[in-house]
């Protein structure tokens, strides 16, 4: 085999190298989406305005995953109408800067847990904020933070099948 014919074959075979190394970051980069869809189906909520509905859709385990904010920090949220508070792990909490404000016990899914209850400034979702919300810090919540009913709560909540709808309270005047 001559020198030419060689290096013909090596650009040959860099080619197909190059072909199937892109051929499988292209393929896991699309199956990372596919997976993250299925885990967080509402992750890029639009802002609503005033007034508006909010429609979450249930993720492929069955519960309602959307990403909000905490003190205007992206935060991962499981909304969770059985949890009293928002509860953040201790990381999340030191990376919020958030102000432990007293021991407390929390009955949790998993039994009794020992935390420290905290006041977050301001909680949002797809546009929906609330001030001055009731929070809890406790451990073993990874990177998610449970959306409990001190925010829920300010929200008119409805659940059909695989939707839940968060709105503003209508507020009608009293005569």
């Known amino acids: 085999m001559s020198e030419q014919e060689g290096g013909?074959?090596?650009?040959?075979?860099?080619?197909?190298?190059?072909?199937?190394?892109?051929?499988?970051?292209?393929?896991?980069?699309?199956?990372?989406?596919?997976?993250?869809r299925r885990e967080n189906p509402n992750a890029h909520l639009a802002d609503v305005d005033a007034g508006e509905t909010l429609t979450l859709e249930r993720n492929a385990s069955g519960h309602f995953v959307a990403t909000g904010r905490i003190n205007g920090e992206p935060v991962p949220f499981l909304l969770d109408t059985g949890a009293t508070y928002v509860a953040v792990s201790g990381t999340l909490a030191e990376r919020l800067d958030l102000e432990r404000q007293g021991e407390a016990w929390f009955s949790t899914a998993n039994g009794r847990a020992r935390g420290h209850l905290t006041t977050l400034d301001t909680v949002s979702l797809g546009g929906l904020t609330a001030r001055e919300v009731r929070g809890s810090i406790s451990g073993g919540l990874g990177d998610k933070?449970?959306?409990?009913?001190?925010?829920?709560?300010?929200?008119?909540?409805?659940?059909?099948?695989?939707?839940?709808?968060?709105?503003?309270?209508?507020?009608t005047p009293s005569g």
């Open 8 to 36: 013909v074959r090596r650009m040959g075979l860099g080619m197909m190298l190059l072909f199937w190394v892109l051929l499988l970051g292209l393929g896991t980069w699309w199956l990372q989406g596919v997976l993250e």
């Open 145 to 171: 933070a449970l959306l409990g009913m001190s925010y829920l709560g300010r929200f008119d909540i409805a659940i059909s099948g695989d939707r839940m709808t968060l709105e503003a309270p209508s507020r």
